[in-house]
């Protein structure tokens, strides 16, 4: 698997809805997919000094790039755009559903 030098390198495009997964930072691409939502990560992740977030994560058999393209794939989709949760609407989307991945072993989770 290609990880990338650079946080623009790209990664993998997503096979069905052309989305291109970059090598990313904390904040966004696949490294954010790793830190953020691995599944030995703790059930909530800081956002503040006081203050967490759930954290939604991958079923530790999955096959982390794959199963995170699938996903993209079938998330990144205007009914699964949440405006409301957004907190930054100038800087990224947020998009919100809920899927079982039996093929690929994902655990169902809201991400």
């Known amino acids: 698997m290609r990880t990338g030098k650079y946080r623009t390198d790209i990664i993998r495009i997503s096979p069905k809805k052309k989305m291109i997964m970059i090598k990313g930072d904390d904040f966004s691409g696949f490294a954010h997919i790793q830190k953020r939502h691995n599944h030995y990560k703790r059930n909530y992740t800081p956002i503040g000094e006081q203050t967490f977030i759930p954290t939604s994560k991958f079923h530790s058999k999955s096959r982390s790039l794959p199963d995170c393209i699938e996903l993209a794939d079938l998330l990144y989709s205007p009914e699964h755009l949440n405006e409301r949760r957004n907190k930054q609407p100038e800087v990224f989307e947020v998009y919100q559903g809920d899927y079982t ?4 072993n ?3 989770s809201s991400l």
């Open 101 to 104: 991945f039996e093929k690929s």
């Open 106 to 108: 994902l655990c169902s």
